[in-house]
């Protein structure tokens, strides 16, 4: 079907064949294309106008600007479709750097398929470095006879690598998978008794009491701290290897959730040395608060590349680890309820604080109990300070009540969702939480119908990096292969207006920059991304056929296909 999808999006191109000519930067009119602009007032435009200084200047009919700027440069489209820059709402810019420099395991079918990636990886490294990767899904593994997917063990690693600590992610990052040699560099016995599970996570035990290797939520510090850390020249390495990334999808602006301070100084330097080339919305990680406080009472000033005004806040674990903080025991787990990484009183203690600093606070909730807990200390801090910066964010939002969908709106809490979560998690998500909560689960039409704004985004790597799948996921509820016909509850469909707006001026909305990103108006910066065919008129199955042709910033081209 993808084959047949793409031959169909190649014959629909009729300009496929003339290439783009853009110039090496503003002034310029851009013309003969078919301009989506985002903006309700004028929906559609033939062409843009971007001064020298990177903004637009004028939006319009080809002949009107053509009249208008004569003496300008042209900048010729060839009849391509270009929408606003896109904006990923929740990502995770570093974790994609460090990604890029470890062991790749999505995708991954078997504990064996990542053994083998593993020998490979690991031949590409130092002898004495930690083999890290992170990826990996049990629920993606053959099933056992009586249907589930339990974890892997240390065992599974300890047979390939002995000697060598081994450390690697879940794809959701709420797990961590290790073999003995890196619980001993932990100071970890994997011979005796698990220590008590620290507060927020979980060591998982065999029958004797040992661990076996899985350490859940704040349980995987106990080995990750052991990693030595990366260099200077790593990081930049890193920083480098995402924003190209970034730039190759149509991204021109992220919302980082949860940076420590320390990648301030790394992000000022590539600014300054022209290699940042997106809008970086950086959320601080909630350990940082104080000292963020502390170092910048007045606020971080920033630059139109990097802003920081808002914290990373964590409420519970995650579904797949079923770790998300559930009202009531998961489906399928009937003694779990999921857990809670702080109390209630601790989030209400740090939501407050950061409200009071004049933060927005944005908040990681995925499961209804964690979803509740947060709207609970969202509206006593609203009550008891000013609100801080406002706009305040559910991230994920991915199992709520339906009462708990119309206090988002009520409060005007932004619901910060990832479509690709859905299709995703389609599979296994109605096991864990059954039937009737699954009707509050990635329900992204009640909560736009409740009235409450929607910001798209990826929470890459975890999922891939392209907008364009979660445009898809948004508005088929399908995935790749278009399954399952008419989508998986395909009652919660956005439209391909609501999916665009949501990576662009929602997206911008939630970080405070609608005045200057998120759609093609004149005065707003000169952000924008040519595309291969009408992401908005092909039909479904050919929507992840189309390509990024150019992604822009401030009017200078920071990716071109070949």
């Known amino acids: 079907m993808r084959l047949a999808a793409l031959l169909l999006a190649l014959v629909a191109a009729p300009a496929l064949a003339q290439p783009l000519a853009l110039p090496s930067g503003p002034p310029y009119v851009l013309t003969n294309a078919t301009i989506y602009t985002v903006d309700a007032d004028a929906p559609t435009a033939e062409a843009l106008a971007v001064d020298a200084s990177g903004a637009l200047v004028a939006v319009g009919a080809e002949a009107d600007l053509l009249a208008a700027y004569p003496d300008w440069p042209r900048a010729d489209a060839a009849g391509r479709t270009v929408i606003p820059g896109l904006i990923d709402a929740h ?86 998978w290790v073999n003995s040699a890196a619980l001993r560099a932990a100071g970890l016995d994997p011979d005796a008794a698990a220590p008590a599970d620290p507060e927020g996570g979980q060591i998982l035990r065999d029958a004797d009491g040992r661990p076996t290797g899985v350490l859940v939520d704040a349980a995987e510090t106990l080995v990750t701290s052991a990693i030595p850390a990366a260099t200077d020249e790593v990081l930049a390495e890193a920083l480098n290897r995402a924003t190209a990334e970034t730039a190759r999808y149509g991204l021109t602006g992220v919302h980082e959730a949860g940076i420590p301070i320390s990648h301030l100084a790394l992000y000022e330097r590539a600014i300054a040395e022209g290699r940042f080339p997106l809008r970086n919305y950086a959320m601080l990680s909630m350990d940082q608060l104080d000292a963020f406080c502390a170092q910048y009472p007045e606020g971080y000033a920033g630059t139109d590349r990097l802003r920081v005004q808002s914290l990373k806040v964590y409420a519970d674990g995650a579904l797949g680890s079923r770790g998300a903080a559930l009202l009531e025991p998961y489906s399928d787990d009937e003694h779990n309820h999921g857990l809670l990484i702080q109390s209630p009183e601790a989030l209400a203690e740090v939501v407050e604080s950061a409200m009071d600093c004049g933060l927005q606070v944005n908040t990681h909730a995925i499961g209804d109990r964690g979803n509740r807990v947060v709207l609970d200390a969202y509206e006593r801090a609203m009550e008891v300070t000013d609100g801080g910066a406002g706009r305040h964010r559910i991230e994920h939002a991915q199992v709520v009540t339906l009462e708990d969908i119309e206090r988002i709106a009520r409060l005007g809490v932004i619901a910060s969702v990832q479509p690709t979560h859905a299709t995703s998690d389609m599979p296994w998500a109605e096991t864990r939480v059954g039937p009737e909560r699954i009707k509050g689960a990635y329900a992204w039409r009640r909560i736009v119908d409740a009235g409450a704004r929607l910001a798209l985004g990826s929470d890459f790597p975890v999922e891939r990096v392209s907008p364009l799948l979660g445009f898809h996921a948004a508005v088929t509820r399908q995935d790749a292969e278009m399954r399952p016909a008419g989508g998986w509850y395909g009652n919660q469909v956005l439209t391909r207006e609501e999916a665009l707006r949501g990576f662009t001026l929602d997206a911008a909305y939630a970080g405070f920059m609608e005045d200057e990103v998120g759609s093609l108006e004149v005065g707003k910066r000169a952000d924008f991304v040519i595309l291969s065919q009408n992401l908005m008129r092909v039909p479904p199955e050919q929507i992840l056929a189309t390509e990024v042709l150019a992604t822009v910033v401030d009017g200078e081209a920071v990716y071109t296909a070949e």
């Open 91 to 176: 990502a995770h810019l570093m974790g994609l750097g460090e990604a890029l420099l470890q062991a790749d395991l999505v995708g991954t079918d078997s504990r064996e398929a990542v053994v083998e990636r593993l020998r490979q990886f690991a031949a590409t490294l130092p002898p004495t470095a930690w083999i890290t990767g992170r990826g990996w899904d049990q629920n993606d593994w053959e099933a056992q006879a009586d249907g589930s997917h339990p974890f892997p063990t240390r065992a599974d690693l300890d047979a390939a690598f002995p000697d060598r600590p081994v450390a690697l992610g879940r794809i959701d990052g709420h797990a961590l």
